[in-house]
C-alpha cells in the first residue's frame, strides 16, 4: 500500500449562491474522503445528495452560480483547488477521467466513433491523427467490441445501448488515468449488460491499476465492486469505510435505513420497508443533523446541534450523535475529526 | 486538521443553462413613456399640431426644420413636397399608427385567441381543419398577402386593419392552441366537465382567462411587426390611403425629395416607427418574461 | 421512413390545395372579379365579355376547376400591361431576385452567425449584450427605411454608391445590406440559442471533462452541432427572401420579383399580382417540403424508423 492516498479531500464544500445571494445551497458540504491508488470507493445516496456534484467539484467544472468555498483536494500530492485553468485542463481526462451516466448523451452525434475515442490522445499527448486512430481501434478491443476496425468508422446512432457505454468508458481510459469516476454508469442499461459492463469495469481496473470512484444509488453494484464506501445524505457524508464491515454493521441510522429498504428474497413481509418522509431541501436545510426529521432514533441534541464525523475505529467514520463517546455504551474510542 | 477557508472563489465559469433573453427584470421606462407619449399624441392630436396635416402651399414646400438654414419655427421639422408641415403630419401620423395598430392587433388577437382555444380545446375535424389553414396562411409571408389582400379590397383605414387582422391571427392560434391542449389536462378543467359544464362554458370561463396572459404578451409583440407592416404597405400605395397622413406614405413622399438631400422628410418619419416598434418591442419582452415564463419560447 | 416521405408530400398538396381555394375564395370576395380582370377604365361591355372569358358565370367549382388546371400547366394569365404571360414575366425576374437574396442571404450568415456564437459564449457580458441591442434593432427596423437611409448616406452625401438601378456589384450593396439587416437579426438570435442550448449538453460536458481545450469544445463539438437548427432556417428564409423583397427592390428599383409585384399593384395589374402571390405561395410550400425530406434522409433517428 502506498504511503501517500490517491486522492485525498479535505473538508470540501461547494455551494450554489443565487444572484441576490440570499439562496445558498450547500450542494456539497464538508467532505472529508481519501481514495488509495487501485481502490474502489463508492458513492452511494438518494438523488438530490450532492455526489454527481462531489465528482464535478473534484474536476472544477461546477456551473457559474457555484463556487467551491473551503476544503482541499489533493491528488497525488498536489492540491487541484491550486491549479490554474489550464492546468486543470491536463488533470482532465488525462489524469482523472470521468464517465457520464448517459452514453447516447455524452457521445457527439456528428464525428465518427474514432474521432471521439481518440480525441483525448491527440489533445494530451500530441499524437497523429493516424497513430491516434490506430490507439482508438485497441482501446475498442480492449472494451470488447466485437469488430472494432469496423466500428471505428461508424456513428453513436448506429451502436447499441451497452456498446456505447463501453465506448464511453475507452474514452475514460483512452490516456491511462490513475483515477476514474464512473457517474451511475449502469442506470442506463439493461440488467442483462449491467453484469458485463461491471466486469469489464472490474478487468479494466486490475489491468491498467486505476482507482475507481462508482457514483450509485444501487447497493448491489457497491457490495459487488467497491473496496470503500461513503454514504452521502443532504450534500454531506453520513458514513464511510470498508464496505463489507458497513454493510454489516451500519452505525448511522440512514445506512440502516438504506440496507433495510433493499427487498430480499427471505423477507416475509408483505409491505416494502421505506424511509420515511423526503430528503430535505438543500437551501432550506434544518438546523442540527439533516436526516433527524426522518431518523426513527432521534433525540433532541440530534435536532439542534450538527454532528462531526466521529471515527468509529481504523478507516471508519460516522456523522451521527449516537457514535458520540457519550452515547456509546461501548468502551470503543471515539475522538471528534474536528479539530 | 483545520479548515481553511480560500480567499476567492476559484470554481470554473462556464455557461450553464440559457439566461433570459433580456437581461435583467427591470421595468421598461422609456419605452413605456414613448408609448404613452405617442398615444397622448394621437388622442390630442388635434390640440398639438401647430398646423392642418393635410393643407400646404406650394410656395413653402421642401423647407427645411428650424435649426437649418432656410427653416423656421413656424415650420418646426420642415415641410413636404406639397408645402404640408412635417410636424403636423406626423403628430396626426401617430394616430393613425395607434389606431390602426392597436385595432389590428385587437382583431388578429382575438380571431386568433377565439379559433385557437376552439381548435385546442375541440379537437378532432375542427382542430386538424383548422391547423392545415393556419398553417397553409403562415406560409404566405405576410406582407405578400397583405398586399394581395389589399389590391383586391381596395385600400383604406378600415380595410387594412382588416386585412392586417385577417394576416396576422395565425401567429396566435398556434400558440394559444398549444397552451389550450396543455391545459385541458388540468385539474380544474376535469372538475368542470365531471361537474357538466357545457363546452362553451368552460372555454369562456375556465380556458380563455388562463391564455390571456399570453395573449397580451403576444399582442405587444405583435404591434411592432403590425406596424411595420403597414408603413410597408403605405410605403408601396395600398396602405392607408393618401392625404391621411401615415407615416409609411410620409416615406413614399420623402423619397421624392431624397436624391436632393432633403433628409428630413425620410428620417424623421422613419424615426417615429422605429421608436413605437422599438418600445412595443421591449415591453413586449418584458411582459414575457414577467407573465409567463414558459413563453420565453417565443 | 418512406411512409413519413409520403405522407409530408401529401401534406404539402393539402397545403397547396388550401393555398389555392384561398387565393380564389378571396378574388371573387369582392363581388365581381371581372373588375379586377379588367383593364381601368373598361366599359360593361368589356366586363360582360371579361366574364364570359372567364367562365365567371358557371358555377363555382367549375370556375376552381378552371383555376387550378391553368395553373397547373403554368397559365397564370397575361398582365394587362405588358401583354405578356405572367409566368414569362416571373421567370425573366426570378434570377435577379435570386441574386438579391442570396447576396443578402450571405451578409445575414456572415454577420449573424459568428455575432450569436459570440453572445452564446460570453453570456451576459459585452458581446451578448451587444447582440441583444443588434436583435432588436433588426426586429424594430424596417427594412425599406434602412434602405432609404443608407441612400442619404452612400448616394446622396459621400456619392460613393448607386442610389437604384443593377448591373454592377455596387448596385447590389446596398439592397442586399437592407434585405439582409432583418435576418441577420433572426439568424443571430437563434445561433445564440442554439448554441447556447449545445452548450449545456452531455456531449460538451464530456468534452470539457476529456481535458479539451475550450477552443476545440466550442469550435469542434458544440459550433457544427449548433448550426443545423440555423442552416435549415436559413434556406427556408431564403425563399422568404424573394417574396418580402418587395420594398427594398421598390426603393432601390432593383429589377426583381418584388418590383414586379409593386408594378403590379401601381398599374392595378391584377393577372401579376395574383401570378406572383400564387407562385410565392407555392415556393414556400416547396422549400419547406424539401427541407423536411432533406432532414428526414440525414436525421438517423427517422431513418432508423423504416
Redesign the interface.
Known sequence: MPNEPLLSLEHLSAHYVSQQGRRVVRAVDDITLTLNAGETLGIVGESGSGKSTLALTILRLLPPAARIVSGRMMFEGEDLLDKSDAEMRRVRGKRIAMILQDPMASLNPLFSIGDQVGESIRVHEGASRASAWTRAIALLKSVRIPSPETRVTQFPHEMSGGMRQRIVGAIGISCEPRLLIADEPTTSLDLTIQAQYLNLLSDLQKEHGLALIFITHNLGIVAKMCDQIAVMYAGRVVEKGPVTRIFNTPAHPYTKALLNSIPRMSDNRQRLTAIEGQPPDLASMPPGCAFAPRCAMAFDRCRVETPPEFILDEGRTARCWLAAPEAEAETVPARSAMA | MSVTTLPSPIAESRPDRPVAFWKGEGFPLIPVLILLTIAFVAIFADLLAPHDPQIGSLARRFRPPAWQHGGSMEYLLGTDHVGRDVLSRLIFGARVSVIVGLAAVFVAGAIGTLLGIVSGYLGGWVDQVIMRLTDTWLALPALTFAIFLAAIVGPSEFNIIVILGGVYWTRYARVIRGEVLSLKEREFVRLAIVAGCSKRVIMWRHILPNVINSAIVLATLMLGVVIITEASLSFLGVGVPPPKPAWGLMLADGKKGLMVGYWWLTVLPGLCIMGMVLSANLLGDWLRVKLDPQLRQL | MKQYIVRRIGYSF??LF??SL??FV??R??GDPAT?LVEPGASEADLQAIRVQFGLDQPLYVQYWHFIASFAVGDLGQSFYYRTPVLDLYLQRLPNSLLLAATAMSFSLLIGIPTGILA??R??KFW??TG?IFA??G????A??VG??L??FF???LGWLP?SGSGTFWHLLMPAFSLGWFFAAAHMRLTR?SM??V?????V?????????EA?VIG??AF??ALIPVITLAGINLV?MI??A??VE??FAWPGIGRL??E???F?D?PI??G??VI??AM??MV?LVVDIFYALID??IR?ES
Open positions: 393539402l397545403s388550401l393555398l384561398t387565393i378571396f378574388v370576395l369582392t379586377l452564446a459564449v453570456v451576459g451578448d449584450t441583444k432588436l434593432l426586429l424594430s427596423l424596417p425599406f427605411w432609404l437611409v441612400i442619404l448616394s446622396v452625401y442610389s440559442s447556447l442550448e452548450l449545456g449538453s452531455e456531449y460536458k464530456l468534452a470539457r471533462l476529456k481535458g479539451l481545450p476545440l469542434k463539438h457544427k452541432n422568404v417574396n418580402v418587395i420594398v421598390t426603393v409585384l409593386y403590379g399593384i401601381t392595378r391584377f399580382v395574383q406572383v402571390v410565392g405561395g414556400i410550400v419547406n438517423p433517428r432508423l
